[in-house]
């Protein structure tokens, strides 16, 4: 790196990091001169700082979520599940849930994340997001061989959802999943 350049991948660190633009930009350039120049809004922060201090509880489901992701990733998934799932009941949130059934699959605990798909399928309110929702569930029981559920499944979704934008996603799982059925 250049020595009065502003290095880009530190200062996003750092702004991630719950920094400010200012103090952001000036701790990721290596040399200070009259020359450098940084626009924009000195106290401009995009991001809260994701460091929670001991014993604070989350303020809101993606707060939740986060805590839950890390715990996964950082200690283990064992102990991070209670927590997702707790946070996905505690905030009634979908997104937690299927943030949650993700990180099964991404772990190879296919059988959680369908689980944890039925649980944000209960809890979302917009059909769009049902519907993805039911995609990742589908998916998950294609690949455990459970085509009769995941066909009962598509079927069940549009007819539930037949004016949704995300139903033509279904229709064709829905058809694939019927002719191999045939077969």
Known sequence: HQSGVTRADAMDARLRAGWNFADSAYAATRVVSWQNTFIGDPLYRPFKAFNARAGETASDEWDAFRDGARTWFRKSPKT?????EKAATKWESGAVSEGYGLLAIAGNDPDTAIKAFEKARELYKD???ILRTTLHEVIQLRALNRGPAALALCREQIEKHAGAAAVGLIKQF??????AEKK
């Open 80 to 84: 991070a599940m209670p927590m997702l």
């Open 127 to 129: 059909p769009d997001d």
């Open 174 to 179: 829905e058809s694939q999943l019927a002719a």
